[in-house]
């Protein structure tokens, strides 16, 4: 039950501080796209990029959360949104802790979205929308999802009995249906060195 008996207790070490000493920002990196559109992979592929080049990094990927943090949720519209507002105020805590967060959740609605970016500050939240035909998703459907959707044994399924909307404005569209992983990673690197957020890696 909510309390009105809590007070916010700052910390001894600042965001900022902890920025400075890594030498970069940190900030939220939002996938967001259809089952099968290449989210989970291309967020991956990103984290050990940045691994390499001794940058920290952190992957909320929608299933593995869904076994612990959130297991209590199913896929209602009211249960996807709870799911988005843990999240976001999970990406928000590691962002406080100094680390870029690579989300990778399908995401559907734009104003969950749009309210994880409220809870974060300016330049925090960079929306990536991983865009890909949903007849391309369902030809991959890597996880048999899909199938099972069309067959009415999976309730709820965006693209199918669930809507997604799509992003009006996001800071980044690579199209997997077209780029490979690595030219989608390329295109994501060269939007953060031009927006200051990393510094050009060798």
């Known amino acids: 039950m909510a309390t009105n008996n809590i007070v916010w207790h700052d910390t001894s070490v600042t965001k900022e501080e902890r920025r400075t000493k890594n030498n970069y920002q940190s900030y939220v990196l939002w996938f967001t796209g259809l089952s099968g559109s290449g989210k989970s992979t291309l967020a991956n592929a990103l984290a050990r990029y940045f691994f390499e080049a001794d940058i920290q990094t952190y992957v909320l990927d929608g299933d593995n959360i869904r076994h612990g943090l959130n297991k209590d949720l199913g896929f209602t519209d009211e249960d996807r949104k709870e799911n988005i507002r843990r999240i976001g105020e999970v990406s928000k805590l590691f962002v406080d802790s100094g680390q870029i967060v690579l989300t990778a959740f399908i995401s559907p609605f ?57 992003p009006v404005n996001p800071a980044i ?30």
């Open 110 to 166: 734009r104003e969950d979205r749009q309210q994880v970016k409220d809870i974060l500050s300016d330049n925090e939240f960079f929306e990536v929308y991983v865009k890909c035909s949903l007849d391309e998703c369902e030809v991959r459907d890597p996880k048999g999802l899909y199938k099972k959707a069309r067959n009415n044994e999976i309730k709820h399924f965006t693209g199918i009995d669930s809507p997604y909307e799509e």
């Open 173 to 202: 569209i690579v199209d997997t249906e077209t780029q490979t992983v690595e030219e989608s990673i390329k295109q994501i690197v060269e939007f953060l060195v031009n927006k200051g957020l990393i510094k050009e890696l060798s």
